[in-house]
């Protein structure tokens, strides 16, 4: 079976609001194995409400609607969706006398226009509401739209999971045909996005049952993800996982993660398991590096601390690099980023310590230093690897492709 969610309400169409109900639905319906094919957003119109639940009805086995529940003019999904199946509405006493008990118990009078939440679609079950004033309703239709399940949920976040929870979960489970759905989702570092199209394509490809998505994630890393739907969750987990050892092996030590980890997150994991620590010496990342990897719960264990050195002085002060070092090569060169490195790791006491300058931009690039250039060094005490890279992209991608390649080059290290 497939799913169409549809987010109702003229604010999601703004910059200032945004749709998350979606993701924790999508999550859900996944667990029930239903593949979710529509995500729709429409406004506060009736003409256009009532055109998108047409055309909902026509290609979704399951349509929920969230928002647009409330008492006021312009919630308009329960008429809407009324008109679109062609039923009538009708007023349920209960709801109304419970919408008039919770106004009461906090001292307030309902008003009139609150009674419209008593509107309940001719066949359709009330889901009540424990969180909020709007009920929801669960519909099950099987004539001129077909065989279709149609969902109405609240817009606030914490009222529509709860509805779900509760009154939702269950009632699907009972309808929709026994179907599973597992995924991996590999996570690829330091490859273009087009690069790992053109080499695992004609892996994926290959593969039966199992649909590959390609998407380019943070700056530095490419997501493969992976996702098969079968009658028994053995199967479609047995197909998943053959195919990603087909492209694990493709790529090899690329690969970081293999069930979505953060490139932080496996840093910190190999750290632990060897019993390494770690300090930082940034000039161009401005602390990224470091808030990357204490955004890891756990991460005193193995990281010891850093600093954030721009200035020159800053550079000699807090890392050790000689002045006439940076006179010679310049602040942005491997030898400083190898100075940085070796000097953090001696003030720190660490086992690793890493050295990143650069020129994040987007002014005091050079023909020969040119936005984008950074060094990154990694020193353990008997080496100091240097790697120089020139990065695309604005300020924040420059500084978040450096973060990246620092952590790859811990990671590649501890392998």
């Not at 709007?134 to 099987?142: E, K, N, S, T, Y």
């Not at 279709?148 to 009632?171: K, S, Y």
């Not at 060897?274 to 204490?294: D, N, Q, W």
Request: net charge negative; glycine share 10%; hydrophobic share 40%.
């Amino acid at each position: 079976m497939n799913a169409e969610i549809i987010a109702i309400g003229s604010e999601l169409l703004t910059p200032f609001r945004q749709d998350t109900n979606s993701l924790f639905l999508t999550e859900q319906l996944n667990r029930l194995g239903v593949e979710v094919s529509f995500k729709t957003i429409v406004g506060d119109r009736r003409p256009d409400l009532i055109n998108v639940a047409r055309i909902a009805l026509s290609r979704a086995d399951v349509v929920i609607f969230m928002g647009g529940l409330g008492p006021t003019e312009d919630d308009l999904t329960r008429e809407c969706v009324a008109e679109t199946l062609g039923r009538p509405l009708k007023r349920h006493a209960r709801i109304v006398e419970d919408l008039r008990a919770r106004f009461a118990a906090r001292g307030w009078k309902m008003a009139e226009n609150n009674e419209r939440q008593g509107d309940v679609i001719d066949g359709a079950d009330a889901l009540d509401n424990k969180r909020g004033s709007a009920p929801g309703q669960f519909l099950h239709i099987d004539d001129q739209y077909g065989h279709a399940i149609i969902v109405l949920l609240p817009g606030p976040p914490h009222e529509l999971r709860g509805m779900f929870e509760e009154h939702v979960f269950e009632r699907l489970k009972r309808l929709v045909p026994a179907q599973h759905i597992a995924t991996r989702e590999l996570k690829i570092g330091m490859i273009g996005e087009s690069m790992v199209d053109k080499r695992a394509a004609p892996i994926y490809k290959a593969a039966q049952g199992v649909e590959t998505t390609i998407l380019a994630g943070t700056p530095g890393e490419v997501q493969l993800h992976l996702r098969a739907q079968a009658s028994s969750f053995e199967e479609a987990q047995k197909r998943v996982d053959a195919l990603a050892t087909l492209l694990e092996d493709e790529f090899e030590d690329a690969i970081f993660a293999t069930k979505g980890e953060s490139m932080e997150q496996i840093v910190g994991y190999y750290l632990g398991m060897r019993e390494k620590t770690l300090a930082v010496a940034e000039s161009c990342t401005g602390g990224m590096l470091a808030a990357r990897i204490t955004s890891v719960p756990g991460s005193s264990r193995y990281f010891l601390g850093g600093a954030v050195v721009y200035e020159n002085s800053v550079k000699t002060a807090l890392a050790g690099v000689p002045p006439l070092l940076i006179a010679e090569h310049g602040a942005v060169s491997s030898q400083v980023a190898a100075a940085l490195a070796e000097g953090i790791r001696n003030s720190c006491k660490s086992s690793f310590g890493i050295g990143i300058t650069g020129v994040a931009g987007p002014a005091g690039g050079s023909d020969e230093k040119p936005v984008g250039l950074v060094f990154h060094a990694l020193a353990d005490g008997s080496h100091t690897e240097v790697i120089e890279r020139t990065f695309p992209g604005d300020r924040d991608r420059i500084r978040h492709w450096a973060t990246q390649q620092a952590l790859d080059m811990v990671r590649r290290k501890l392998m």
